[in-house]
């Protein structure tokens, strides 16, 4: 399953979590969750707040307009927090320094690999 810049947009994204661990087969049937999602790896809490409930606001805060949080170093936490078991890879992990300067791949992106 691929979840690609979606939870940042939900409104309960630990609702939407729950949802795909529920719908997910085990791992040993070939059942696996990717996830990306914009991460700030400079604040450690997720930022979520109800104030910044405006287009403006979110711009400022969330860095997109129709972002509902800033996710942190935290959101590893939050899909464990529904029963799921990650796995961490970043791009420079998967990608060699050629093909990333090519294809103009994020150094920063973040890969969760989320299983049962």
Known sequence: MYNSHVLEHVPD???AMSELYRVVKPKYNN???ITLVPISCNIDETLEKEEYNTPKLRL???GQADHLRRYGA???DKLKSVGFNIDVIK????FKKKEIDKYCINKGNIIFLSYK
């Not at 791009?91 to 998967?94: F, G, I, Q, S, V």
């Open 13 to 15: 994204d630990i609702k």
């Open 31 to 33: 059942g696996i969750v």
């Open 60 to 62: 400022k805060y969330y």
């Open 74 to 76: 935290d959101f590893t």
């Open 91 to 94: 791009n420079y992990d998967l």
